[in-house]
């Protein structure tokens, strides 16, 4: 593969390991340092994790705004400093709504919602990322943010008494904090004792591998090409060499009459060049992926 491998990597994310663990453990498998990762998983949740290789690194940003999907548990009756069941307990009530109880409180968390981050957190404020302030035993005045739910469903419930969620997203959404404010609602406390991605943007968690997969069968059968991150734009392969060469360059080309929009852009001979921006019969480039 021309300049080295590059791509993207789902990976299904174990418990217990951070996204940076998995990001090192790839390139010690790979042999590539430039890698990188969009959506941050807390080392207790599993899933799916979009991972970078070599120069689709510069798909990065374009993910980092993806709705989200997710399978939680929530556990009623119970608050931790973390709004999570790995943190110090502050709330015992022994309380347990009812699945209707629940569906009920749930509604109220559907649409656009205002959310406070939790301390423990790695939003950086002066410097300072939250968790460390947080696990200092400081806290900091935050500020709500706007987050959108777009499903919010109980879809079962658990022998330990924990209630099953599917939650569907906007970038930016704390699932820890939903639960916390759905323990707040239903008046007996509650925080997330579990949590899997099963979605970000179009890829979905059926489709990564574990660490093992990778490691038998090799990241080059694994690894998937950048142009699948932009698969929901049209696609445009340029008829001449002087406007892929003009491209490559920096410039604009001519389109005249044609498609308009965000586009996938190819080179005469298929190779994956752009993502572009058509506009008034112009073609210029948003980011290029092509090997330099």
């Not at 991150?229 to 060499?241: G, H, S, T, V």
Request: glycine share 14%.
């Amino acid at each position: 593969m021309a300049g080295g491998l590059s791509g993207i990597l789902l990976v299904d994310k174990p418990a217990g390991w951070t996204s940076h663990d998995v990001v090192a453990k790839l390139r010690r498998l790979t042999g590539v340092r430039r890698i990188g990762h969009a959506g941050t998983l807390d080392p207790m949740a599993t899933g799916l994790l979009t991972v970078f290789v070599g120069r689709a690194t510069r798909a990065v940003e374009f993910a980092e705004g993806h709705d989200k999907g997710y399978t939680a548990l929530f556990r009623p009756g119970l608050t931790t400093d973390t709004l999570d069941t790995t943190g110090t307990v502050l709330t015992r009530s022994g309380l347990r709504p009812t699945r209707v109880e629940l569906e009920a409180a749930l509604a109220h968390f559907r649409g656009d919602i205002e959310q406070l981050p939790p301390m423990y957190s790695a939003i950086k404020q002066n410097g300072k990322k939250l968790y460390e302030i947080a696990r200092a035993g400081g806290e900091v005045e935050r500020k709500a943010r706007r987050v959108t739910i777009y499903r919010l469903e109980c879809t079962g419930e658990r022998g330990d008494g924990d209630f099953e969620l599917e939650v569907e997203c906007s970038k930016g959404t704390y699932i820890r904090t939903l639960c916390d404010d759905i323990g707040r609602e239903l008046g007996c406390g509650g925080c997330m004792s579990g949590l899997r991605r099963t979605r970000a943007g179009g890829f979905d968690v059926k489709d990564a591998h574990t660490l093992e997969d990778i490691e038998r069968l090799g990241a080059e059968r694994c690894i998937l090409p950048v142009d699948s991150m932009f698969a929901d734009r049209p696609a445009l392969l340029l008829k001449d060499e002087r406007a892929e060469k003009a491209l490559r360059n920096g410039m604009e080309v001519k389109l005249g009459a044609g498609p308009s929009g965000e586009l996938r852009v190819y080179a005469p001979g298929g190779e994956f060049l752009l993502l572009g921006e058509a506009r008034d019969g112009k073609l210029k480039t948003i980011k290029s992926f092509f090997e330099v």
